[in-house]
T-cell receptor, first 118, second 111 residues
Framework: KAGVTQTPRYLIKTRGQQVTLSCSPISGHRSVSWYQQTPGQGLQFLFEYFSETQRNKGNFPGRFSGRQFSNSRSEMNVSTLELGDSALYLC?????????????????FGPGTRLLVL | EDQVTQSPEALRLQEGESSSLNCSYTVSGLRGLFWYRQDPGKGPEFLFTLYSAGEEKEKERLKATLTKKESFLHITAPKPEDSATYLCAVQAGGYGQNFVFGPGTRLSVLP
């Protein structure tokens, strides 16, 4: 089974621009989560999508947004880029469940997109 | 607020020298605790999921254990290829994926 794929792998942008990152989950997985990883803050949760709906959201400004398509592929958008947005952006997928607060699922990560904002 | 801390921040071992990494957590309604390994410039690679206090899981030279407040990742007779950053994450109560990650332990195993 193919793993989680992310495109592009590397990206260089300038301040004020916007960027769109793409993630294809493992086949059959319905939940896709996005994380930002920086040396200072570590791995921080951005948001999760399940069945084309945002199900959970972290503490990031509204410049960070995402969406999920009917085939479970997801995109993340960052508008008005700032220098501090330079980071490794990771996508993770899991099988997904429609409910059940006691249900725990493993997330499988993609290789990430390295974004550099100049 | 859900929190995860890991210690030590960095660990240097000689090949064959066993040791343990610690992950301490405070979370409302733990659904699961996860260990990942991350190599530089790559995404985290899944290692273990633990759910209940007292649970243990093993994989090659690694063994993960869980108590009500912390988890340990024991590394027995490590090899240089075990060098990586080891991340601990907790999945809190509620719906969906709301993982909280610790800062990681950077492990170096010298030949």
């Amino acid at each position: 089974k193919a793993g989680v794929t992310q495109t592009p792998r590397y990206l260089i942008k300038t301040r004020g621009q916007q960027v769109t990152l793409s993630c294809s989950p493992i086949s059959g997985h319905r939940s896709v989560s996005w994380y930002q990883q920086t040396p200072g803050q570590g791995l921080q949760f951005l948001f999760e999508y399940f069945s084309e709906t945002q199900r959970n959201k972290g503490n990031f400004p509204g410049r960070f947004s995402g969406r999920q398509f009917s085939n479970s592929r997801s995109e993340m958008n960052v508008s008005t880029l700032e220098l501090g947005d330079s980071a490794l952006y990771l996508c993770a997928s899991s099988p997904g469940t429609s409910g059940g607060s006691l249900y725990q699922e493993t997330q499988y990560f993609g290789p990430g997109t390295r974004l550099l904002v100049l | 607020e859900d929190q995860v801390t890991q210690s030590p921040e960095a660990l240097r071992l000689q090949e064959g020298e066993s040791s343990s990494l610690n992950c301490s957590y405070t979370v409302s309604g733990l659904r699961g605790l996860f260990w990942y390994r991350q190599d530089p410039g790559k995404g985290p690679e899944f290692l273990f999921t633990l759910y209940s206090a007292g649970e243990e899981k093993e994989k090659e030279r690694l063994k993960a254990t869980l108590t009500k407040k912390e988890s340990f990742l024991h590394i027995t007779a490590p090899k240089p290829e075990d060098s990586a950053t080891y991340l601990c994450a907790v999945q809190a109560g509620g719906y969906g994926q709301n993982f909280v990650f610790g800062p990681g332990t950077r492990l170096s195993v010298l030949p």
